[in-house]
């Protein structure tokens, strides 16, 4: 998932084939037991084992604002039984809006797919560095 203060970005995968498919972000309550609940309930009606959360660290790998604020949604869902993975996602965004550019997606559409085709993007990174793996 791609975590940000006014929408959540989601994404499913298989981890035994390395595939994410985008899927409809959440609006993002404010509140990160909120939140981590409205994560919860989505993964749990995808059939997800576990979660992964993007973790935006700053260009040199250190935590920035937001990362902290992760790490702690990160923590809230651990509390609720999910297990969870943080992943780097650095350029996550800026790589979901070349594809989108690259399949023709302009303007409003670009803007309503981003937080789940970044989320994807996480999720795609997570796999090919051998997270989720049997």
Same mark, same amino acid.
């Given at each position: #998932? ?20 985008? @899927?409809?972000?959440? !609006? ?6 909120? &939140? ?5 309930? $989505? =993964? +749990? *009606?995808?059939? !997800? +084992? ?13 935590? %920035? @604002? #937001? !990362? ?7 923590? *809230?869902? *651990? +509390? ?6 943080? =992943? &780097? $996602?650095?350029? %996550?965004?800026? $790589?979901? +809006?070349? %594809? #989108? *550019? ?7 559409? %670009?803007?309503?797919? @981003? &937080?789940?085709? !970044? ?13 989720? =793996?049997?």
């Amino acid at each position: #998932m791609d975590f940000g203060s006014k929408r959540i970005g989601l994404a499913v995968g298989e981890s035994g084939f390395g595939v994410a498919s985008p @899927k409809p972000s959440l !609006a993002a309550s404010g509140a990160l037991a909120a &939140d981590a609940r409205a994560i919860a309930a $989505e =993964a +749990e *009606r995808h059939g !997800a +084992e576990a979660i992964v959360v993007g973790l935006p660290l700053a260009e040199d790998g250190s935590d %920035t @604002k #937001m !990362a902290r604020v992760c790490r702690q949604l990160a923590e *809230r869902l *651990r +509390e609720l039984g999910w297990s969870v993975h943080l =992943a &780097d $996602e650095r350029m %996550t965004s800026v $790589e979901a +809006e070349s %594809t #989108m *550019r690259g399949a023709g997606l302009k303007g409003a559409e %670009t803007r309503k797919r @981003k &937080d789940g085709e !970044a989320a994807a993007r996480i999720l795609d990174r997570f796999f090919a560095e051998g997270g989720g =793996a049997a």
